[in-house]
């Protein structure tokens, strides 16, 4: 059984930055695709990127520049670096494995 739990979110000023982690319990964390996932209430959840086993990450184009996705295999955690945040980027943020396990989220706010 996997379990993943994030932290590091918190209230940040536009403009600012935060570094998520997601820590994994079980096994499988070194050869298995994680992703980074984010929700607003009301609306479905959006893929923020993806990392693989080897470290070749994708973003969607409303983070590219911004985010950064990193991952330590050794400590089997996941990493997310918010860089330059903007108070669109207010969510909650979720680690994903893609063996379909979910963390519990973690509230990112941005104030203006």
């Known amino acids: 059984q996997v379990r993943l739990v994030e932290s590091g979110g918190g209230l940040v000023q536009a403009g600012g930055s935060l570094r998520l982690s997601c820590a994994a319990s079980?096994?499988?964390?070194?050869?298995?695709?994680m992703a980074w996932y984010r929700q607003t209430p009301g609306k479905e959840r959006e893929l923020v990127g993806t990392?693989?086993?080897?470290?070749?990450?994708n973003y969607a184009d409303s983070v590219k520049g911004r985010f950064i996705i990193s991952r330590d295999n050794a400590k089997n955690t996941l990493y997310l670096q918010m860089n330059n945040l903007k108070p669109e980027d207010t969510a909650v943020y979720y680690c994903?494995?893609?063996?379909?396990?979910w963390g519990q989220g973690t509230q990112v706010t941005v104030s203006s």
């Open positions: 994903y494995d893609f063996r379909n396990y």
């Open positions: 990392i693989t086993s080897r470290g070749s990450t």
């Open positions: 079980g096994s499988g964390f070194s050869i298995v695709t």
